[in-house]
Each structure stands twice: as structure tokens, then as C-alpha cells.
């Protein structure tokens, strides 16, 4: 993946009030998840902005409430490629990607972003681009190429995760389906459901005409 730069500011005041004033500001409440899980209770120092959240069974991580601006993330939400967001938070670098996004009903703005903090060691899962290369057989004959996924899901340490999977129907014949379950890509764990159709040749009107025909 290509590395997003995109500067941030930890953000003490919460709540429905102090998001909305921040909103007026053309900024963008942002919670960045994924911190290390420990036993409570914490015995460490909290940064500006982190704050303990309790997962269970005496568990809990440290989340940071952050604020960007809308135009810094104007390239990173509004384009079909996925990034890894290097964060710079007070000088400091944090790498991130992006989790989740909340959008006005109305209006083209960002409500809130949900941002996952990722390292070299841990697994994320995060939907990446298909591209479709090749020429299938079966458009040779008449049929016509759909693709019913536009991102697939993978699993792999953020710096092994490409910018795109590209998926090869040279060998695709008509009427055939391509399902997750027949892909392989290096270093990747698919996480969509192995029957899940990726793209298929579809019989048009014309193709079963020549196919009729044939048969005559």
C-alpha cells in the first residue's frame, strides 16, 4: 500500500456538544482503535487525548481521541484506493488504516472517523481493490464479463497487503463463475466466503442464439 501522511491533534473534549463545535471548525472527530490489550487496572501514564477502554475478563486497551480537518482526509476517503495512514500526532508517528467513516445524510462531509492502529507484527483485515485483467474465453464467445465484487477482504500484516489483487479471466468460459475459494494470492488470507462469486461470464441474448444455432 502506499503511506498516506496526514496530521492529527489529540482531542480532550468529548461528547455530542464538543464534536459538533468541532464540525463548525471543518474538522472531523477521529478515534483511533487497536491499542495493545492489558490487565487492568493500567498502571502506566496516559498521553493527551488516550483514554482506558474495558473489553472484559478484566481486560482493557487505550483508544486516542484525535481531530483532523477535512481537507487533510479530502484524498485519503475520496478516491478507490486504500492507503496506510502514517499519523503525526504532536511529532510523534503512528501508523494507522482506515476502519470506518460516518457521512452526512445530506451533505458531502465526514461526520466521524474510526481509525486502527497497525504495527509489523499483527494481522488487520482490510477490503482491498479487484482489478480484472485478461480476456475471458467466454466473452470470446459472446458472453458478457460481470464483476459482483469491487473490493475482497484479506487478512496479512499491513505492509504485505497491496494496493489492488488482480485476478486473471483469460480462462473464464461461458456461464462460468470465478468464487473466492479458487483464489490464491501470496500472504494473503481471504476472508469472504469461499462460495462468494468475484466475477462471472454471463450468457447474453446473442450467445445463446450461436449456442442454439449450433446445436442445430
Known sequence: MKTYQLAAEPRTNLGKKAAKELRKENKIPVVLNGGEVFTLPYTGTLREGEKIVEIGNG???ITTDLTVTQDAVRNLVYTPDIFA?????HGEKRMAVLKDLQFHPVKDTILHMDLLEVNDKKPVTIEVPVKIEGHAEGVKAGGKLTLSMKKIKVKAIYTEIPER??????????????????LHFEGLELMNAKNAVVCAVQLTRAARGAAANAAK
Open 85 to 89: 495512514i502514517e499519523l503525526n500526532i
Open 59 to 61: 481486560k482493557g486497551l
Open 165 to 182: 489483487v488482480v485476478i486473471n479471466v483469460d480462462n473464464l468460459g461461458l456461464g462460468k463463475t470465478l468464487q473466492i475459494g479458487e
